[in-house]
């Protein structure tokens, strides 16, 4: 993709979804950001088939939603991880956008943390921890207030990793499809609730939002 489509899709996606005011610098790290992305994706496979502009635009796009979601609903805030990060969505969106967040992404797989740690030092990213094995085997158990994912698997097996982070009274966030229902698990020994499910712009999803309720 040519730099100036890179440009102009990064600024769109902030301006659209109300991000405008962000760091001056947002624009062009998100641009530098996509940029990495189209460049490494034929090599490493790092985000789904389809036409890749239109890929990445909606990847934007769902990240900044469900920041705006986050952020309304007063949990995009503290210690934040994202299980799964892939190619860094959500997390490295919302990293540029909120260069104040202290943010870890989880990823076992070799290329996506060779790709992560590369955009992290190409950007001089700070407050940000790239972490290379399984959420499920991390040490800070119970560190963070809130986690993050976005396509890392169903309901069933990722609220319990968002339950062994999470300290008492922290959050997860994600985006399902229409059928999100039939994804909650049923006798699921957790402590992790469901809060609220919320209709995302366009018709991109629904943003769930659990929380970890405090011990008795």
Known sequence: MAGEEM???AEDALGRMGFGGAPPE???QLTRYLQEVDFW?????????GRLGSTLELLVFDSLALLNVADASGIAAGRVA??????????LIWKIV??????????RRLKPQLFLNRVVAQLGLKGIAVIAEDA????????FDLVVTKAAGRLAG???????????????ITIKGRSWES??????QSAMRLESALELPEKRGTALIFRKTQPA
């Not at 994706?41 to 088939?49: A, E, F, P, W």
């Not at 499920?136 to 560190?143: L, R």
């Not at 990722?158 to 997860?172: C, E, F, H, V």
């Open 183 to 188: 994804e909650m698990p049923q006798g699921l």
């Open 136 to 143: 499920a085997n991390s040490k800070e158990a119970g560190a």
């Open 98 to 107: 909120r260069p104040q967040l202290d943010l870890t992404l989880f990823d």
């Open 82 to 91: 994202d299980i799964g990060s892939g190619a860094g969505f959500p997390g």
């Open 41 to 49: 994706n034929g090599k490493m496979h790092l985000v789904g088939k």
């Open 7 to 9: 440009d102009r899709m």
């Open 158 to 172: 990722i609220l319990p990793l968002a339950d062994r982070l999470l300290g008492a009274g922290g959050a997860y």
């Open 26 to 28: 947002a624009a062009r």
